[in-house]
């Protein structure tokens, strides 16, 4: 990858102009000590941890990947070194409890270090990325002694965690999983069977790995209401907290990948493996559920990573290469040739790019607060609305972030022209990692079929109509608002299309259910340009109010209401060949007999 730059000034223009995290954090704890000067230097500190220690080893990572000898894992040269650092200097626990051994400082201010930490090396992030996973498990459904025993070694990151669900025969239907948790005379479990595709599943940067494992139990009912949930660790931890003997699951071999190659993705063999039931039996995945927003919304941060580092790259180069002359006449007479930044053509697919890794972060973190809320917040009916936010715009943010993410990457190798596809420049690279994203934590269709389905059709729109009425009221106090109206126009009459759209699929799906997965994604996709237009209205309104108060950094913030006039004039008309899509309606997906589909 080019060199990283931590995005510093739109990082804090997103949490402190936009999003006043600095009021958000003092209403949820109810002191003062989060302030803008303690975040801002913790952004800082970790700005600096991200350029200085993982993005110099995010390429070799790739070149050299992770290695498999003898049922034994390395990673990629200075990767261990990097985890080192990032545990002395206390990053795993930032958002952890204080007594669990954490820092208790708020989940969003974790989701900003994670976003730099992915753009600067997505395949490192992973390692302590899945450790979130098995953390939150434990944090919300372990025994006091699971937590004593596991949890403050995962959040001190002296161990790592990983999430087991996926077999070679299923990933999105859990409901069919075949792995057996037989219970043994001491209270706990023999686990059998083979998982596929775990991340950070086995490495050398770590002791001891603490693997969540979801199994069935010998009396378990059919499909997802018979799937428990245990803790399987690597290397079994004894009575006084020393490690004992090796368990039962060893790693059979790791994937050759697309992208991602420095994170090792591992089949691990459980071969009747001590394991640990968490919550109650057979509701395993709903104590899944509890974090699974979470999840995703550092999946989606995926996406903005790749829309931020692609960008980074282009616009250095964009500035630098030469090619041709603008088309009103030259514009750097004193080169052979204008930078191709001139072109309009190049100007749109940079501006794309900004366009969605700006306005993704501002969901994210957005996203991440309501998090906040729904953990922390002291009022019933607020943690209610944070927490129907996060079920209507999670999948939003997951599939719509990674997909535009993945459309940046691909502009970035666009802006380089032949060279883009040459390994030096790490632009493909990007295009490679990111394309992982809109499939894991749920494909696209599927969080399409969520937010269709589950979030808005089963909600009777209710859900859809928590974030509208948003998106209104912000519409009608900024009406009279002479300053925004190009955007508080388009808003607000798109604002209320999205509710007629969705009544007239409503319409067609009670003749046909299958309507809904016919709309589905192009529905997610509409919905996301919607979303993604809030918050670029948002950020416009606020850096016209800093030009008004006469800003010295007039740069800045123009170029932030340029951009947002980009989005609304390039971008949002999309919407309008996503309606045109989603009318197109049912019958010319499912007329064809398979038979007919191929003749060979
Ligand atoms: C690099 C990598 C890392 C991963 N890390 C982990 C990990 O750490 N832990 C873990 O447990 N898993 C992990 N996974 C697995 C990942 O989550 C699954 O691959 C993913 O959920 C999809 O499951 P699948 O591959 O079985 O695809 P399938 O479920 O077979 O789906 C195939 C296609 O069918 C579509 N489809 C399926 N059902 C429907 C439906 N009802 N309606 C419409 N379309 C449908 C899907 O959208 C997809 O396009 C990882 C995978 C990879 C490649």
Known sequence: ??????????????????????????????????????????????????????????RSGDEEGCGFDNGVVTTPKGFKE????????????????????????????????????????????????????????????????????YLTRLISGEWTGTMCLTEPHCGTDLGILRTKAEPNADGS??????????????????????????????????????????????????????????NGVSCGSIEHKMGIKASATCVLNFEGAKGYLIGPPNRGLNCMFTFMNTARIGTALQGVAAAEGSYQGALTYAKERLAMRALSGPKCPEKEADPII??????????????????????????????????????????????????????????????????????????????????????????????????????????????????????????LKNFTKIVHKFCKENADNA?????????????KEWGDLTTQIGMRAMANQEEIGAAAVDYLMYSGYITLAYFWALMAKAAKEQLAAGTTEVGFYTAKVQTAQFYFKRILPRTKSLVETINGGLDCLMDMEVDNFGFY
């Open 1 to 58: 990858m080019p060199d990283y730059k931590a995005p510093r000034r739109d990082i804090q223009f997103v949490m402190h102009e936009v999003l006043n995290v600095e009021d958000h954090y003092k209403a949820l704890r109810g002191d003062e000590e989060v302030n803008r000067d303690l975040i801002d230097a913790i952004v800082e500190e970790g700005a600096k941890f991200c350029e200085n220690e993982l993005a110099p080893i995010n």
């Open 82 to 149: 990097a985890y080192q650092k990032y545990v002395e200097g206390g990053w795993p626990s930032l958002s952890a409890p204080i007594e669990e051994g954490g820092q208790g400082l708020p989940n969003s201010l974790g989701i900003v270090m994670s976003e730099m930490v992915g753009t600067a090396n997505w395949s490192w992030g992973m390692y302590p990325g899945l450790s979130h996973g098995a953390i939150k498990t434990l944090e919300s459904h372990g025994t006091p002694e699971q937590k004593e025993r």
């Open 189 to 246: 479990y023999s686990i059998s069977g083979t998982k596929i595709f775990i991340s950070a599943g086995d490495h050398d940067m770590v002791d001891n790995i603490i693997h969540i494992v979801l199994a069935r139990l010998p009396d378990a009912p059919k499909g997802t209401k018979g799937i428990s949930l245990f803790i399987v660790p690597k290397v079994n931890v004894n009575e006084d907290g020393s490690l004992g003997e090796v």
């Open 342 to 463: 001139v072109h309009p053509d190049v100007r749109r697919m940079l501006l794309t790019q900004k366009a969605f890794a700006e306005g993704g972060r501002a969901l994210l973190y957005y996203l991440s607060m309501q998090g906040d809320i729904v953990e922390h917040g002291a009022d019933e009916e607020a943690k209610k609305l944070a927490d129907d936010l996060m079920a209507f715009l999670t999948p939003i943010a997951k599939a719509f972030c990674t997909e535009t993410g993945l459309e940046a990457a691909n502009h970035g190798v666009q802006v380089f022209g032949g060279h883009g596809f040459i390994r030096e420049w790490g632009m493909e690279q990007i295009v490679r990692d990111t394309r992982i994203a809109t499939l894991y934590e749920g494909t696209t269709g599927i969080q399409a079929l969520d937010l269709l389905g589950r979030k808005v059709m089963l909600t009777q729109g209710g859900l």
């Open 483 to 495: 300053d925004i109206a190009e955007f508080i126009e388009p808003l607000a009459a798109m604002n």
